[in-house]
């Protein structure tokens, strides 16, 4: 796989290990496109190309193995590893994402809870302790960190984006209400702004029913 | 505007509306085009082929007025009107978009709170009382509601969206991690799948670093 795979295509790659997932779940082995279209509401020839990007994986007269789908859907996604991961903000959307059990399952390890609050410093969410923000280049200097998750106020957020990246983190997962700046174009930035999800609710609702 | 705008534009007013509101706060009454466009990194010609959807608002010579183009484009996304929105399901992701205090300002009017949980039901999030599921219907019966934020686990979304459909909501933000398969095609349903963000992140972590 060295051509360059579309975003477009990354972005449901997701959806299809979710479904298959769930079919593992109910004991499906095998499952024909015809049946996987419909499940999916995409059409076969949609599913057909977007694993075809990967090489393919379903045989004529088959269909796909739900099973061997599953991993290596898994694999493109890069699950089979373990990132670690850690949380700054720990306000209720950074324990929601710290007890969300789902990353676990996923792969995604929870290290460490950073807070500036001197209230819940030193208190343990799920066995993880919340640390100052003092300890945080120590932290990553001294621990793989995969990636950082950003749910802090949008004001500080730039900033400590930088620093995660002087520092060696290159992956920020970003619910900040800002879009982050960073020197590196490397770094890897998926960003889920909560608002611009509900804008563009408001504007669907505005458009169909007012 | 009676044609159909693509979903792709759409999904990106919500981020000019977040810029123009910064320079406003900014004290910044008029930009040029090419400003704007090294601001958001986006071309000039995108953003005036983004804005022409709308009957364009730029004028030869002047460039943007910013006032005007942050009301316009809160018009087109329907922040000029308030949605009563209600939570259903208040752990920790419910209580972070509860108190996120920025939905209040775009127009977002959060009028109940519903739980299982008897432990909390009763109590109170920024004044307005948590409810027990048994009075979901008549509240949706008796107020004016417009959106309903499903903050629940994902065994119970499907349901509760059905009903909820029934009593005339006509648009969920979903974060249960699952597709709502709604009877009603008229419904807006906008999804925040943060295990789906997540798997993107990884996918790109993996590719870029592994």
Redesign the interface.
Known sequence: MNKEIS?AV??R???Y??YLGELLESGVERISSGDLSRLM?VTASQIRQDLNNFGGFGQQGYGYNVPYLYDEIGK????N?T?NIIIIGV???G???A??M??EK???KLVALFDINPNIIGQEVRGIKIRSMEELEDFCRNNAV??AALTMPKATADNIAHHLVEMGV??I?NFA?V?LDLPDE?V?V?N???????????????????
Do not use: C
């Open positions: 975003q990354i972005r790659m997701p959806r290990y979710r509401k493109i996604l890069g699950l590893q990132h306000g209720n959307l324990l929601a994402i007890n969300y789902k990353f996923l792969g995604f995969d990636i290159h992956a997962w209400h879009d490397s890897v998926e889920v702004h909560l608002s611009d999800s509900l804008m563009q609710l408001s504007y669907n609702i505005t458009k169909n029913f007012k």
